[in-house]
């Protein structure tokens, strides 16, 4: 089945700095999410992006399908930017999320 | 609001006794699907759903069961809930029936302890 690898693992940033988180996937997709999983446990929907390159604020993504992978910005980082963020894209059965293992984000004051 | 609402959003019970998680979405949405989140597991699926009385196996479906009577409602039920069944639930739909093709929305989560 379809891999998906995220980088990196764990990541410290203070306050203002910018971020780059990755997602690479093993093969074609039709569907690539990029989510927030908050500390207490919600999944939050940031960004559809099979491909191209969207802004949401001080938040954008990028996904160069052709090459198999995406890059999540996070630009004047904030403590309440801290949490779990997932890459998940389609894979197997219809409509079946497969999710990376995750970048933890921690965002000090 | 668009929402996918679960309830309960936490739970603690005991060994085999039958309990229900309800998920409810306000978007007409034709596809719904069920996720258990473990650590160092991830997420993975457990069953979805392309349309009512449509219903199919996830990666993960033992020990679980659901319907589909309504387009808006897709419960989660534990016959004979164990241990091993404790996670953290997700609901989420899209309004495609051709889900790969649609973000998906998920719930806020339900945190299912069972002793």
């Known amino acids: 089945g379809i891999q998906v690898e995220q980088s990196p693992p764990d990541l410290i940033l203070q306050e203002g700095a910018n971020s780059t988180l990755r997602c690479n996937f093993s093969?074609?997709?039709?569907?690539l999410q990029w989510f927030h999983q908050n500390p207490w446990g919600q999944l939050i929907n940031l960004f559809y992006?099979?491909?191209g390159t969207k802004q949401n604020g001080r938040l954008s993504a990028t996904t160069v399908a052709t090459e198999r992978y995406s890059l999540l910005y996070i630009s004047s980082s904030q403590t309440t930017d801290s949490g779990v963020y997932f890459c998940?894209?389609?894979?197997?059965?219809?409509?079946?999320?497969?999710f990376g293992k995750g970048t933890k984000l921690s965002v000090k004051p | 609001e668009a929402q996918v609402t679960q309830n309960p959003r936490y739970l603690i019970t005991v060994t085999g006794k039958k309990l229900t998680v309800t998920c409810s979405q306000n978007?007409?949405?034709?596809?719904m699907s069920w996720y258990r989140q473990d650590p160092g597991l991830g997420l993975r699926q457990i069953y979805y759903s392309m349309n009512v009385e449509v219903t199919d196996k996830g990666d993960v479906p033992e020990g679980y069961k659901v319907s589909r009577k309504e387009k808006r409602n897709f419960p989660l039920i534990l016959e004979s809930p164990s241990p091993n069944q404790t996670s953290l639930y997700f609901c989420?739909?899209?309004?495609?029936?051709?889900?790969?093709?649609?973000?998906?929305?998920f719930g806020d989560g339900t945190r299912l302890s069972i002793l």
């Open positions: 978007m007409n949405h034709e596809y």
């Open positions: 093969d074609s997709v039709n569907n």
């Open positions: 992006i099979p491909s």
């Open positions: 989420a739909s899209s309004s495609s029936d051709i889900a790969d093709y649609q973000p998906q929305h």
């Open positions: 998940a894209v389609n894979g197997g059965s219809q409509g079946n999320l497969i």
